[in-house]
Every structure is written in structure tokens, then in C-alpha cells.
């Protein structure tokens, strides 16, 4: 069965500092690969998606994620962190001929002033 | 193009009393699915409608039930209310509610059982 692992439960960056927010996924067929934001009080909010071509996507609020396949994994990165995107971040994979998506358990980030 | 909208935003209830939250997916879009979200358990996953159909169900009691209509609107329900339901429940919709469709969440109804 496919799953999702989001290894760090929760990060603390400075503002003005980089980030970068690990996602790995296991399954053996080619994968969809979402993040998704969830303010305090929301619901979730699409940042990127990847499903094929350049591996390098770059998604709203100056967030990238690169796909590698080899390492299975599809880290979200920003080069400098706002006090705005203090949230969770939350990794989902789908999968042709798959019934659902599956969500990662989400990293919550801090961020410092 | 409007969002997904969920009514009521919140919701406090007791012990053993049952509660139905609504959900109105984007317009054009016939899959619904709703989510459990707790701070110990993360998001959970509970079921998914398509065309009226529940497709897919994740793993809870046959306290949680849910419907659609023809106009693609949602309804879950819980019925026999217990603490541990106490949650913030979120609804998605998508075009064919494939694992591949991009999910439009709702901000959610946080319930709150006493």
C-alpha cells in the first residue's frame, strides 16, 4: 500500500532563513506529488504539484519542490521564510488506478522572529 | 468560482447527541471526500462520495455516515456522539475524486463534544 512519511513532526526556522521540509513516499508506480498549507483555523491550500516532466516545480507563496526518484523523495523548499508561513505543511501522493491519496502527518513550522 | 464551503463553522454538542455537518463542494466538481483532523491522530481520512456513491471509506465506526446529493452537495453524520470525536472535520472536493485530482479543501467545522 502506498504511504507517505514526513519525517520531521515539527521545525523551527529564523525568519529570513531557508527551509526545507522533507517528504519521502513508497510505492513502485510513477507518483502524483502534492503539497498542501493549512493555516491556524483552515482548511488546506495547494502549494505545488508534480506529475511529470521538469522535476523541479515551483508552486505559489515562493515555494519549490524538487522530485527525485531515486532517493523517493519530494522535498518543499523556500530560500527565505516569512513570519506568514508559520503553518503545516502537509505531503500527499496519489497514483493511477490508486482508490485515494494519502496524506503525510504534516510538519508543523515555527517561525522565529 | 466559489469555494468549498462547509456549514456550520462550529459546533458544540454532548455526550451521545448526533450532529450533521454540510458540505458544498466547487461548482463542476462531483467528488466529495471528509477528514478528521485531531492533533494526536492527524488527518484522517473517512470517506469519499462520487455521483452519490460512497467509493472509498476509511477506517471509522459505523457511527460516521455520510451522503450526496445529485447537486454534488455533501452531508456527513455522526451519530451517539463521544469525546474522542471532538475534532475538526474537512471536506474536499475534486473533479473525479481520482488519487491524482488536485483536493479544494473547506476551512473546516470544528465540533466539539462535552
Known amino acids: 500500500a502506498q504511504s507517505v512519511t514526513q519525517p520531521d513532526i515539527h521545525i523551527t526556522v529564523s525568519e529570513g532563513a531557508s527551509l526545507e521540509l522533507r517528504c519521502n513516499y513508497s510505492y513502485g508506480a510513477t507518483p502524483y506529488l502534492f503539497w498542501y498549507v493549512q493555516s491556524p483555523g483552515q482548511g488546506l491550500q495547494l502549494l505545488l504539484k508534480?506529475?511529470?516532466?521538469?522535476?523541479l516545480v515551483q508552486g505559489i507563496k515562493g515555494f519549490e519542490a524538487e522530485f527525485k526518484r531515486s532517493q523517493s523523495s519530494f522535498n518543499l523548499r523556500k530560500p527565505s521564510v516569512h513570519w506568514s508561513d508559520a503553518a503545516e505543511y502537509f505531503c500527499a501522493v496519489g497514483f493511477t488506478n490508486a482508490g485515494k491519496s494519502t496524506f503525510g502527518d504534516g510538519t508543523t513550522l515555527t517561525v522565529k522572529p | 468560482k466559489a469555494g468549498v464551503t462547509q456549514t456550520p463553522r462550529y459546533l458544540i454538542k454532548t455526550r451521545g447527541q448526533q450532529v450533521t455537518l454540510s458540505c458544498s463542494p466547487i461548482s463542476g466538481h462531483r467528488s466529495v471526500s471528509w477528514y478528521q483532523q485531531t492533533p494526536g491522530q492527524g488527518l484522517q481520512f473517512l470517506f469519499e462520495y462520487f455521483s452519490e456513491t460512497q467509493r472509498n471509506k476509511g477506517n471509522f465506526p459505523g457511527r460516521f455516515s455520510g451522503r450526496q446529493f445529485s447537486n454534488s452537495r455533501s452531508e456527513m453524520n455522526v451519530s451517539t456522539l463521544e469525546l474522542g470525536d471532538s475534532a475538526l472535520y474537512l471536506c474536499a472536493s475534486s473533479l473525479a475524486g481520482l488519487s491524482t485530482d488536485t483536493q479544494y479543501f473547506g476551512p473546516g467545522t470544528r465540533l466539539t463534544v462535552l
Open positions: 508534480y506529475f511529470s516532466g521538469d522535476t
